[in-house]
């Protein structure tokens, strides 16, 4: 009942070519095909958002989509966040001293949701940043960790386009 | 600087920010086949047989296994883990796989082993199961009663455990003249645990070396190896589990269940590694939750409210099994006078069967109802005779000065429940001033000059954390100079890892980023109990700290040696010992861990014994309680029943505490946890035992725009109970939430006469309150 397609994508700046099965999610296809174990799967339903990755800079939700549907698409998960191997993105340093993650399941598609939101609005209010996370479930932190976060990293950012 | 008490960042963050984190489904095994498993669609059914020849012919499949294929490997063929009790009036414990008889919507029946889990699922829809439908039980009220459906064929009845808890002389306190007595009747329902990674396994079995490895997300690791092999009837030497990173706990992964004992042996027959991954609509299913309590209570007081009595009953839904025990609603049982000076109490307690998912602790496990007993009730008592609800609080509670209190009660492993220290007036007194309280009357009436409905409420808790008797602990420094701790305690998100490294870290040196921390692992300690009941900082902390005492006393014995410098004149500084008044003259912990691995011939430096380590495990047997005060205000609207909560404050006492960032995120994870209790998460059956919310569509979390900002106030009163001095606080905040927000949502629909006897209450019933109440005033 299952066929396979070729693809061709690029993935954290790497390109790939693989064959995929038609019915294999997008979360699948990354995170088991091509090991990027970094987005997570919490409902499969499109509700608890741990999945979220970035499609050609729009965050989409990996469990609702195939894998078939990203052929000639650009995708940015967790793993392609950082600037480099020894260097954190401004708003992961923020979760970090922030406390804005706990046992650290929701925190990929917390991280991806959150980067085109701040691309889009540099400086948010506290119940802007509520709102753009509400896609989003963490059962540990009560969010108010990850609230602070995010105005945390907005400020960080701002100073690093000013400096 | 020392680390331990400080605002230290923890060791866990920066690979779980980077996609690095290691969790369960990201373990990969050459070969690795993948299970689904098919679950009764029936609440209660008899099972005539089972057809898999379908499934076993679709490409892809290895195996399709039921309960008779996985007999010959189990020495036992129940899962046993009901915590001793005398209460039980029957034996409930689960199977493996279902054998002729279901008992809930969910219960695996058979498994598919398969190259995909896509492939695996498609083979589960092709197991035909021949059912036949029996009639079901679904409300433990009526489960109780005479001639109603069994929940099993084979019961007698559907009371699984009955007992009575209680202390002083009830009649007299309810026959004090004066005495002023009023009743409430409670519905309580706690949802799911849902964390946000389900539950899952790897299970390969090594026939070479006839070992078996289990990974799991489980919040006790040492329990599965045990459970794993008395069922197996194996050396528990043979088997390994390891918890890699959890994707959060809140109880129900504490539990053994039927799919893990089922993975492990489907590894074992078809010779390949196999995973099993729980969806999250499983999760609704086969995962234990808390649900129903139905409690009715009566409290006597003198005219100044002071308390004299409270009895009453309560009723418990237990599900279908016994996957825990009774400890849920004994918890609950004996959490309701807890802070409070009452001379007398009673109260009988029935867990009924019900043929619905079974019901074991979430976050909290049964202390929430007990908290919202006693607070309902209080407010019952102040609203009756005119006083201040904050002020009948303050009569009753346990003063400072009666530190130590003894409550004539026994904890579950029948230890005495002494309260160890705290000052719970003093909690209260600031909870109530940072919420404004005393001004609250003006808001009030300010609001509803513009029609809006302000509330107030409080309630206050104690919670028995540090649940003994020990948890292992092992530190060890090799020479590579890297400080190991390994432990039996389990991280799933508490910041495990960070609390051991800053407790090893204050005698070794004050680095944690020296400090390498395993837990979980079975295959690096012997014994372990795991995470549950807030019990890890207290238990594992302790042993730690013991554990680093000991080794640091011998580095400083062998560095002493070493160095010709007396112990007294070393100190410990990052990696180095060092020489107080010449610090160039050190030697590195790595240096010092290789002298005592032994030279052959040679005698060991200072004549010490070998090897820097040391393996504690403290015992404590006592609970230390923490405790604390919440208030809240909450705006309700009276035409969609809304309610927005406008402040929390929360003050609270856990003792010493280890780190603030970290306390703090515990206490608002577990209110907020508590205000979707209170508000949003509700667990639906129909009455022929069908679930009605198994998507998180149905079944709400709390999001981050209702989420409320907590205000936190830090007590800090010692326990004298342990080493450092510490109470746990994982679970704290959860149980005072309900209680604080029903009490101010009644106080804000005060002009309706709304009375609130329930939790969750959702928008619906709190307009439907509104008319009710509206209909009585209208009345003549």
Not at chain 2, 182 to 208: K, L, N, P, T
């Amino acid at each position: 009942m299952s066929e396979m397609r070729r693809i061709a994508v690029t993935v954290n700046g790497r390109h790939h070519d693989a064959d995929v099965d038609v019915r294999l999610t997008l979360a699948d296809f990354l995170r088991h095909q091509l090991n990027l174990t970094g987005t997570h799967v919490g409902c499969e339903h499109g509700v608890c958002g741990a999945c979220t990755i970035l499609i050609d800079g729009r965050s989409a939700r990996s469990c609702l989509m195939l894998a078939v549907q990203t052929d000639g698409r650009a995708i940015t998960t967790v793993e392609g966040i950082a600037p480099g191997p020894g260097q954190m993105h401004p708003l992961q340093e923020a979760f970090r001293e922030n406390h804005g993650l706990q046992c650290g399941f929701c925190t990929p598609g917390m991280l991806t949701t959150l980067i085109e939101f701040l691309r889009d609005n540099p400086d948010p209010t506290e119940d802007d940043v509520r709102i753009a996370i509400s896609g989003n479930l963490c059962r540990c932190t009560g969010y108010q960790g990850i609230v602070a976060a995010v105005l945390d990293a907005a400020k960080r950012m701002k100073a690093e386009r000013a400096a | 600087m020392t680390v331990l008490g400080n605002r230290v960042l923890r060791l866990e963050d920066e690979d779980l920010l980077r996609g690095k984190g290691r969790f369960v489904d990201d373990i990969h095994l050459p070969g690795m086949l993948h299970a689904a498993f098919v679950r009764s669609p029936f609440g209660h059914a008899a099972i005539r047989g089972i057809d898999k020849t379908a499934a076993l012919s679709h490409p892809g499949v290895h195996a399709v296994l039921t309960r008779d294929d996985l007999l010959p490997y189990l020495k036992n063929e129940r899962i046993v883990v009901g915590l001793p009790s005398p209460a039980y009036r029957q034996n409930r414990d689960r199977p493996a796989l279902a054998g002729d008889e279901v008992v809930h919507v969910g219960e695996p029946v058979a498994v598919v082993i398969a190259t995909s889990r896509y492939i695996a699922e498609d083979a589960a829809a092709l197991v035909e199961v021949d059912y036949d439908p029996l009639p079901t039980i679904a409300d433990p009220r009526a489960a109780l009663i005479a001639g109603a459906p069994l929940a099993h064929r084979d019961a007698p009845h559907n009371l699984l455990a009955e007992f009575d808890m209680g202390y002083g002389d009830i009649e007299a306190a309810f026959s004090t003249p004066g005495a002023h007595v009023f009743r409430e009747s409670f519905w309580q329902h706690r949802g799911g645990g849902h964390s946000i990674e389900c539950r899952g396994d790897v299970a390969a079995y090594d026939a070479m070396d006839d070992r078996l490895t289990f990974w799991s997300s489980t919040q006790t690791p040492h329990a599965a190896m045990r459970i794993l092999a008395d069922m197996l009837g194996r050396n528990e030497e043979r088997i390994r589990v390891i918890t890699p990173d959890v994707g959060g706990g809140f109880g129900p992964k504490l539990i053994f269940y039927p799919e893990d004992i089922t993975v492990a042996i489907a590894a074992m027959i078809v010779g390949y590694p196999v995973k099993w991954i729980e969806d999250r609509r499983e999760h609704f299913v086969a995962t234990t939750q808390e649900r129903d309590q139905y409690w009715n209570m009566e409290i006597a007081a003198d005219g100044e409210g002071r308390v004299l009595g409270l009895r009453g009953a309560l009723i418990h839904d237990h599900g279908a099994y016994t996957a825990r025990g009774v400890n849920l609603p004994y918890e609950s049982a004996q959490t309701v006078t807890l802070p409070y000076a009452i001379p007398a109490y009673q109260i009988n307690v029935k867990l009924a069967l019900t043929n619905k998912v079974p019901v074991t602790p979430v976050r909290g496990a049964g202390q929430p109802q007990g908290a919202f007993v006693m607070e309902r009730m209080l407010d019952r008592v102040g609203r009756e005779l005119g006083i201040d609800r904050g002020e009948v609080r303050r009569r009753n509670l346990i003063r400072a000065d009666q530190m130590p209190y003894t409550k004539p009660l026994k904890a579950r492993g029948g230890r005495s429940v002494v309260l160890d220290s705290g000052d719970y007036p003093k909690c209260q007194e600031d909870a109530l001033a940072r919420g404004g309280w005393s001004d609250f009357p003006q808001r009030q009436a300010a609001a509803r000059a513009e029609g809006r409905h302000l509330g107030i409420g409080v309630a206050n808790f104690v919670k028995g954390t540090g649940r003994g008797p020990f948890e292992a602990v092992t530190v060890r420094i090799g020479p590579s100079g890297t400080i190991n701790v390994f432990s039996g305690a389990a991280a799933m998100g508490q910041s495990t890892k960070t609390m051991l490294a800053q407790v090893v870290a204050e005698e070794l040196g004050n680095d944690i980023s020296n400090v390498a921390v395993v837990p979980g692992d079975t295959g690096t300690i012997s014994m372990g109990i795991g995470g549950f009941n807030s019990r890890q900082t207290v238990m594992a902390g302790s042993s730690a700290h013991v554990a680093a005492v000991k080794v640091r006393d011998k580095v400083l014995a062998v560095a002493s040696h070493i160095l010709d410098v007396p112990e007294r004149d070393l100190y410990i500084h990052g990696n180095q010992v060092m020489a107080t008044d010449a610090p160039e003259r050190a030697v590195s912990l790595g240096q010092i861990a290789l002298s005592v691995t032994g030279t052959p011939g040679f005698v060991l430096p200072g004549g010490v014994a070998p090897g820097l380590e040391a393996t504690e495990h403290v015992v404590i047997d006592d609970m230390a309680y923490a405790n604390g005060c919440a208030v809240t205000e909450v705006e309700v609207d009276i035409e969609t029943g809304g309610v927005k909560i406008l402040n929390f404050v929360i003050a609270h006492d856990c003792g010493r505490v280890i780190n603030p960032m970290i306390v703090d995120g515990q206490i608002v994870g577990a209110v907020t946890h508590g205000v979707g209790n209170a508000l949003y998460e509700w667990m639906g059956f129909d009455e022929n035992c069908q679930p009605t919310t198994t998507n998180l569509g149905e079944y709400l979390l709390i999001t981050a725009p209702e989420a409320p900002h907590i205000d936190i106030i830090h007590h800090e009163s010692p326990s004298p109970l342990n080493p450092l001095g510490v109470k746990g606080v994982g679970e704290c905040g959860v149980v005072p939430a309900a209680a604080a927000i029903m009490s101010a949502i009644e106080d804000a629909l005060t002009p309706f006469g709304v009375r609130i006897a329930q939790t969750p209450i959702t928008p619906q019933e709190i307009v439907a309150l509104i008319a009710e109440g509206r209909k009585k005033k209208a009345a003549p």
